[in-house]
């Protein structure tokens, strides 16, 4: 059984920043691409940054330059450090992880349970 766990939503001002956490535990053998992903209310669930497993990454164009996705094998997380945040970056924010587990085959897409922020003043 593979669980996520997110943390580092909260309320913060225009301008302000946050660093979204999202932890896996269980029985896992490796992971492959990790993401984060954001819905607004009224809107669909849209790619905020993907890293790779060799370390690339990717961002939606709304936050190149603010946000930086990182991730460390080691302690099984993914994080996303955003800056300047914006009210329009307000959403619930979701970690997304393709894992395979140790005790099945095959590669899984995990979601994590979102974590909402809100950015205002």
């Known amino acids: 059984q593979v669980q996520l766990v997110e943390s580092g939503g909260g309320l913060v001002q225009p301008g302000g920043s946050l660093r979204l956490s999202c932890a896996a535990s269980g029985s896992i053998s490796s992971f492959r691409a990790m993401g984060w992903y954001r819905q607004a209310t009224g809107k669909p669930r849209e790619l905020v940054a993907v890293?790779?497993?060799?370390?690339?990454?990717n961002y939606v164009d709304s936050v190149k330059g603010r946000f930086t996705i990182s991730r460390d094998n080691a302690k099984n997380t993914v994080l996303l450090q955003m800056n300047s945040l914006k009210p329009e970056d307000t959403a619930v924010y979701y970690c997304?992880?393709?894992?395979?587990?140790?005790?099945?085959?095959?590669?899984?897409?995990?979601w994590g349970q979102g974590t909402q922020v809100t950015v205002s003043s």
């Open positions: 890293i790779s497993s060799s370390g690339a990454t």
């Open positions: 997304n992880l393709d894992i395979r587990p140790a005790s099945i085959r095959g590669i899984y897409s995990y």
